[in-house]
């Protein structure tokens, strides 16, 4: 075993298995953790890890897991192929999930699953637009961002704001997700 493996379990691993199991959460095994890494569940511990464990980062993942549900990435092809074939480029604000295959499909994220890559206030300020919770109202997040479309879960309350939202309209839903775009 390589030695930066060992200082991981010491400082890492062990002290949040400890923890999960003082606050009394379930251990489940590898292949169910691996599992539910592909789902919600990756952007709950990012959300945690980065955010805290206390405060903020434990009240707005029980507010994300309630709002969220476990898409798979294969699910969003139609809803990518349609933004292709409608000509939409530019900046998208994606749902965390489908960051995977945005990726893999050539386009530009908002935010994907690496979450150590964009910081807990980041990722916290997602999470709240997202939930429409943040002091920071969505459609100035979408200005701030320079946001040109997005592509979300169909039940994100977001997708609820836009489709009021002037200067936006739904361009594609189906079961999964919802686009809308920014009028221009």
């Known amino acids: 075993m390589p030695a930066n493996l ?21 251990i489940v095994p590898q292949d169910q953790a691996t599992t539910l890494r592909r789902g919600e569940s990756g952007l709950l511990v990012n959300l945690i890890v980065h955010v805290g464990m206390f405060d903020d980062g434990i009240e707005l993942a029980f507010h994300f897991m309630q709002s969220a549900e476990c898409v ?8 990518v192929k349609f933004a292709r074939g409608a000509g939409l480029n530019g900046h998208v604000f994606n749902h965390y999930g489908f960051g995977g295959y945005l990726i893999s499909a050539g386009v530009p ?15 916290k300020g997602y999470v709240e637009a997202v939930n429409l919770l943040g002091e920071e109202p969505l459609d100035k997040l979408l200005d701030r961002w320079r946001i040109d479309w997005t592509l ?20 594609y839903s189906d079961e999964q997700a919802t686009i809308f775009v920014r009028d221009r």
């Open 152 to 171: 979300l879960a169909k039940d994100t309350p977001a997708n609820k704001l836009l489709a009021r939202l002037p200067g936006w309209h739904r361009a």
């Open 72 to 79: 798979e990435s294969r699910g969003i092809f139609l809803d």
């Open 109 to 123: 994220t908002f935010i994907d699953g690496r979450g150590e890559l964009y910081g807990g206030e980041f990722i």
């Open 6 to 26: 060992g200082t991981e379990a010491v400082t890492v691993q062990h002290p949040l298995t400890r923890y999960a199991r003082d606050a009394g959460w379930t």
